[in-house]
Nanobody
Framework: QVQLVESGGGLVQAGGSLRLSCAAS????????MGWFRQAPGTEREFVSA????????STADSVKGRFTISRDKVKNTVYLQMNNLKPEDTAVYYC?????????????????WGQGTQVTVSS
């Protein structure tokens, strides 16, 4: 059983930066593809970015490409999402997730474990 805990969310002005962390307890995250999703009120959960087990391959949504970067630290058993040049439309609850079997890593249904989420609010 993998337990995921997100942190690093908060309130930031447009153009600012935040780094989200997803720390895991239980099995090593090296066995899992990892992803970040977000969900704003009244909307469906949206793919943001994902990283392969090895960390070699990443995938990023067009809406955040060039601004957000996903990475993983195997020693710390943690996955990060660096978010730069934040915009008000990035406001959402951000979730990290772990997938035992990796396909596209872009669909929520591919993931087996989810964190509780961390709120990101970007003011204009």
């Amino acid at each position: 059983q993998v337990q995921l805990v997100e942190s690093g969310g908060g309130l930031v002005q447009a153009g600012g930066s935040l780094r989200l962390s997803c720390a895991a307890s239980g099995p090593t995250l090296s066995n899992y593809g990892m992803g970040w999703f977000r969900q704003a009120p009244g909307t469906e959960r949206e793919f943001v970015s994902a990283i392969s087990r090895s960390g070699v391959s990443t995938s990023t949504a067009d809406s955040v490409k060039g601004r957000f970067t996903i990475s993983r630290d195997k020693v710390k058993n943690t996955v990060y999402l660096q978010m730069n040049n934040l915009k008000p439309e990035d406001t959402a609850v951000y979730y990290c997730a772990a997938a035992r079997y990796t396909f596209t890593l872009r669909a929520p249904g591919e993931y087996d474990y989810w964190g509780q989420g961390t709120q990101v609010t970007v003011s204009s």
